[in-house]
């Protein structure tokens, strides 16, 4: 049991050192893409709710 449990985490520890890891710069970007689309999707769909409620109270209710 030991044993698998050690060539599992060397397994791991070989597999880590192939991963491609962007660098601080690329990191950046993509950060400030993730926030950008998911501020711009926020605001869609608050603006749709926002006019939905609106109509639904005005001739609704």
């Known amino acids: 049991m030991i044993n698998k449990l050690i060539t ?3 397994e791991v520890r070989l597999e880590m ?3 491609n890891w962007p660098n601080r ?3 950046l970007r993509y950060t400030l893409i993730v926030v950008g689309v998911s501020s711009a999707v ?4 608050g603006s749709l709710d926002f006019i939905f409620n609106t109509l639904l109270n ?3 209710l």
């Open 17 to 19: 050192k192939k991963v």
């Open 58 to 60: 005005k001739f609704v």
């Open 8 to 10: 599992f985490l060397k």
């Open 42 to 45: 926020a605001f869609y769909l």
């Open 25 to 27: 710069k690329e990191t």
